[in-house]
């Protein structure tokens, strides 16, 4: 086994769920819990809050697994998987990084599956099949392990608090019913960022301090959008 295949097994984490969802994550908590042992109890617990004993999906609950997800990533998203936006915003640096990881996925045939090529699972599948490990070392160090402490910040209590009263104010209503089960994606993530820290020898990463750009850009849209009659859509979709 390459000794970096497990980012494509922590990739699969971040496809849309299907059914057999919940044994890939148990596959996932066996392939860690040797050496990984903080990142599995992340993916143990991500494990436990699904809602099935272990099996695949039923119907309804794959319904409500996969409304997490995108609620969580896509529609109206808690944080965006964009790892390059999560940086830079719209920044031409985000730009020439889409350009440098494309150039490198294409060397290795890494299907983007229509999807940029700063997007999580694109950028672990690369992280997997890298052989310029400097070149990955910067990467991880410069661009994806900064951003992850962003993405998961932003699944914080008072972060997801001040997002539902901006719904609120807005629409009426929450992104989710349960806060739980709204967070529980934030695991997947902690366990890649614990994954990172052992294999590139990272210590404690203290973000530079900085406004809640997303939530501000969230609000700029809701303006914008409740001008113009339109229903909302987030510039954080792909």
């Not at 599995?40 to 697994?65: K, S």
């Not at 996925?105 to 950028?123: A, F, M, R, Y």
């Not at 609000?219 to 113009?228: A, F, L």
Request: aromatic share 8%; with cysteine; net charge negative.
């Amino acid at each position: 086994m390459h000794p970096h295949a497990h980012y494509e097994h922590l990739a699969r984490l971040f496809d849309y769920p299907g059914r057999d969802y919940p044994r890939w994550v148990q596959s996932t908590h066996e392939l860690l819990c040797g050496r990984y042992v903080i990142a599995a109890a992340h993916i143990e617990a991500l494990a436990m809050a699904l809602p099935t004993d272990g099996g695949p999906l039923g119907q309804e609950a794959l319904d409500e697994v996969q409304e997490i997800f995108s609620r969580s990533f896509d529609i109206q998203p808690i944080t965006t998987l964009a790892v390059g936006y999560v940086m830079f915003g719209d920044d031409y640096k985000r730009g020439e990084l889409l350009v440098n990881l494309q150039r490198e996925q294409k060397k290795l045939n890494i299907d983007l599956c229509g999807e940029l090529p700063d997007h999580l699972p694109n950028v672990l599948r690369l992280l997997a099949r890298w052989e310029d490990r400097d070149l990955a070392e910067e990467f991880v160090v410069e661009i994806l392990y900064p951003a992850l402490h962003m993405m998961i910040d932003e699944f914080s209590i008072h972060r997801t608090a001040a997002r539902n009263e901006l719904y609120r104010e807005h629409h009426k209503t929450l992104l989710v019913t349960s806060p739980e089960l709204g967070t529980i994606f934030r695991e997947s993530l902690e366990a890649i960022r614990q994954v990172l820290s052992v294999d590139y020898d990272l210590g404690a990463y203290e973000p530079a301090q900085r406004d809640n750009e997303f939530l501000r850009g969230i609000e700029r849209e809701m303006q914008i959008e409740g001008d113009e009659g339109r229903p909302m859509t987030s510039e954080c979709m792909q």
